[in-house]
């Protein structure tokens, strides 16, 4: 029987909210963390929301001049995100997210004696960057298709996973 409260901490929807409405039905989810304007029904009661954050992004996403700019933005917000998630934390609490959200917040719960969990929904860091690479030159994107620092980001956060959730065959090999 899990005795730990889960917190699940995404900058914004993503395939982590499935597993994060599955711990809520088990009453396992103590926080749901994001920058969203509306969280989920599920996690009522549960939701703190990083307004500004999710504020920022609206304007980044009617604004900015391409994908390439607004992906950077994106990224760019997520040591904030990070520290934001970071203070939300008690000793023991286990965290689900995804590569490169919280790598802080990942040390940090196992320092305290928690757990974490990645939502892998994209590949290992390295083979999804040269998926990335691949694609962006299909598209004609110059250098590399992902934001500067976020694939540091998802590597520094290896050292910190103790369990991770693979939502295809394609992922696990």
């Given at each position: ?70 992906m950077a933005v994106r990224y760019g917000l997520l040591p904030w995100f990070d520290r934001w998630v970071s203070r939300q934390l008690e000793p023991g609490d286990w965290v689900l997210s995804s590569f490169g959200y919280v790598v802080d917040a990942f040390r940090q719960a196992r320092d305290a004696g928690g ?59």
């Amino acid at each position: 029987m899990l005795t730990q409260r889960i917190v699940v901490a995404t900058p914004y929807s993503t395939s982590a909210d499935y597993f994060g409405e599955v711990f809520a039905g088990q009453d396992w989810l103590r926080l749901y963390l994001a920058a969203v304007r509306n969280a989920p029904a599920w996690a009522a009661g549960r939701t703190r929301r990083l307004r500004s954050m999710a504020a920022l992004r609206s304007i980044n996403e009617r604004w900015m001049p391409s994908e390439r700019a607004r992906m950077a933005v994106r990224y760019g917000l997520l040591p904030w995100f990070d520290r934001w998630v970071s203070r939300q934390l008690e000793p023991g609490d286990w965290v689900l997210s995804s590569f490169g959200y919280v790598v802080d917040a990942f040390r940090q719960a196992r320092d305290a004696g928690g757990r974490t969990m990645v939502d892998s929904g994209n590949s290992h860091p390295d083979q999804f960057r040269q998926l990335m690479r691949e694609e962006g030159q299909r598209w004609g994107w110059q250098g590399d298709a992902l934001p500067p620092g976020q694939h540091e980001r998802a590597l520094n956060m290896l050292e910190h996973i103790d369990l991770i959730f693979c939502p295809s065959t394609f992922v696990r090999d």
